[in-house]
């Protein structure tokens, strides 16, 4: 009798969560939010407040935004920068290599998407406009990332610079607004517009720098000022040669 | 090229002459006779011609125009011209131009007595001038009035003459709030984690007090000052700002704004120029950097639309401070 209790037991534990995830196909991302996600989100994706008591042996206390609703738009984002997971939640996320693999990156954004939430979206890259891009960059986004795509500094956080996103990346963060980004509706930028936006960024990646040498695409002005001082060094220098007296 | 073909048909010239000059008459040499030197001739030919190459090559890759890295290529062979003209001119000067320092004492003043009749001059000649008083009047009026000419638009740099010309905006009481392409916002477009930017309908992008920027604080966190009804400065937790920074007047086009409060920085308006830090829900309060008073805010208005009107002007005058910005 015991020994068919604890068999009972048995299947039902291994049948329950199965047969609960197996309808929507989400048991493996299931497993694998709970095993690295739910410290922080929850269990039930509603979010961890941050509580001092529960600090951990590194010194960190979990706590994390809820992600009911957040859909596969930012699961996706979020894995694939390797923005997440994230070791203190203090911190900046920062661009690193995806924790998981292929196969579980997708079970992870089927789990989570499967609460709802908004999809990324779809951007065409034939559609867009390099020149309309650039005045939205420039509108939108150069404040913070500067025209060149090169990041910046906000006052106590990293406008992150933009040389590995990928279109679908550039997409998600218009719509997500990560860290201390603000959000872009698509009153703001269209998703029409967001072609023309997401085209300008990828051109930043590999821009054709007619000059010659781009100096970290500093800018016109340093540029400017480097062309006169190495220019203005040699014509010195000739000058002078030419000038000079002979003993 | 003109320059090139005269600098070497003068070169050429020169050498030519100096072959036919011994027939003529024999008179005492002024330039001591110097060695000649073929080789520095030869070389300076030879740079001459290199910078006449570089300048075809110039102007073939002009011409061409289907090059790959076509401008790299014309900085290039311009340059090239350029130095192996110098070096030419280097070489001439170096050694086929004549050198001789010569240096004499000053000579004696020759004519004396000349001298002094020409000061007698002076002073007669000044006899004419019967008003002499008023000329040198006028001249001065001419002098000062001249001077004060270049002076005056020094009152362009502030705001002296006209004090009032910054303390006024375009934003008046039911003035609509339309974005960049003039379509009007609605209270409902102003999402929790955007950054708006506004303008008055109807009026210039282009005049200091225009552009706004738009946020929405959550109610509890809303803290404005003293004597700002939050249903007249921030309905439905709506706030604008004058998007020109109190301090030297750059857009203030960074928007900090935290995907989940508790881990990260709390919401700001920051300026890029010189990371001047507002905080939008204390009326623009300066949390950081080198701003010496707040954002100006602006009053708001909802329609039963919901389209946002400005419910009359700025808190304070908008733009970079200046002495007495905050006398009345």
Redesign the interface.
């Given at each position: 009798m015991r020994t068919f209790g604890l068999l009972l037991a048995l299947v039902l534990v291994l049948v329950a969560p199965a047969a609960a995830g197996a309808a929507d196909g989400t048991s493996r991302g299931r497993g694998l939010f709970f095993s690295g996600c739910a410290e922080c989100h929850g269990a039930d994706l509603t979010g961890v407040?941050?509580d001092p008591s529960r600090r951990g042996a590194d010194g960190k206390v979990p706590?994390?935004?809820p992600l009911l609703g957040v859909g596969e738009l930012a699961a996706d984002f979020y894995l694939r920068t390797g923005y997440m997971p994230l070791d203190d939640?203090?911190e900046?996320p920062r661009r690193s290599k995806p924790s998981y693999s292929e196969r579980d990156l997708r079970a992870l954004v089927r789990f989570v998407a499967s609460f709802g939430g908004p999809r990324t979206p779809q951007v065409d890259l034939a559609r867009g406009r390099t020149s309309a891009g650039l005045k939205l960059f420039v509108?939108n986004c150069?404040?913070?990332h500067q025209v060149v795509g090169a990041g910046?500094?906000?006052?106590?956080?990293e406008?992150v610079p933009l040389d590995q996103a990928t279109a679908r990346q550039i997409a998600q963060a218009v719509r997500?607004?990560?860290?201390?980004?603000?959000?872009?509706?698509e009153?703001?930028i269209s998703d029409r517009e967001l072609d023309s936006l997401v085209r300008y960024v990828l051109y930043t990646q590999d821009p054709r720098d007619?000059?010659?040498w781009s100096l970290e695409h500093l800018g016109p002005v340093s540029e400017g000022i480097v062309a006169w001082l190495v220019a203005g060094a040699a014509l010195l220098l000739?000058a002078r040669?030419?000038g000079e007296r002979?003993r | 090229m003109k320059w090139l073909w005269s600098a070497l048909a003068l070169l050429l010239g020169r050498g030519r002459r100096e072959a036919v000059a011994p027939s003529a008459v024999e008179r005492p040499r002024i330039v001591p006779r110097q060695e000649s030197s073929p080789r520095a001739e030869l070389a300076v030919l030879a740079l001459l011609a290199l910078a006449s190459l570089a300048a075809i090559g110039f102007i073939v890759v002009y011409v061409v125009d289907r090059l790959p890295a076509q401008t790299q290529l014309l900085g290039l062979t311009l340059a090239l011209a350029f130095a192996f003209l110098s070096a030419a001119l280097l070489v001439t000067a170096r050694r086929l131009v004549p050198v001789e320092e010569i240096s004499e004492p000053y000579p004696e003043p020759e004519h004396s007595a000349e001298a002094d009749e020409v000061v007698q001059i002076l002073d007669e000649s000044g006899e004419r001038m019967t008003r002499r008083g008023l000329l040198k009047v006028a001249a001065a009026g001419a002098g000062a009035t001249l001077g004060a000419a270049l002076i005056v638009p020094a009152a362009s740099l502030g705001p002296v003459a006209y004090p009032d010309a910054l303390r006024r905006s375009p934003w008046r009481r039911g003035l609509r709030l339309v974005d960049s392409k003039g379509r009007p916002i609605r209270s409902g477009d102003v999402e929790g984690k955007g950054l708006y930017t506004a303008f008055p309908q109807g009026v210039s992008h282009e005049e200091l007090g225009s552009p706004l920027v738009v946020v929405r604080v959550e109610g509890q966190r809303l803290d404005l000052p003293e004597g700002r009804d939050p249903d007249l400065w921030a309905p439905e937790g709506i706030v604008a700002y004058s998007k020109i920074c109190t301090h030297a007047g750059c857009a203030v086009s960074l928007y900090r704004t935290p995907l989940y409060e508790p881990t990260s920085k709390s919401p700001a308006l920051v300026c890029p120029c010189h990371y001047s830090t507002f905080d939008p829900a204390t009326g623009g309060g300066v949390l950081f950097g080198p701003a010496g008073r707040p954002l100006p805010q602006l009053p708001l208005e909802v329609d039963d639309d919901g389209t946002l009107r400005a419910g009359g002007d700025f808190s304070e005058p908008v733009g970079p401070s200046w002495w007495g910005v905050r006398r009345g």
């Open positions: 407040q941050a706590a994390g935004p939640p203090e900046q509108e150069a404040g913070c910046g500094y906000l006052t106590g956080a406008a997500i607004g990560p860290y201390v980004m603000p959000r872009f509706s009153r703001q007619s000059g010659g000739v040669a030419i002979i | -």
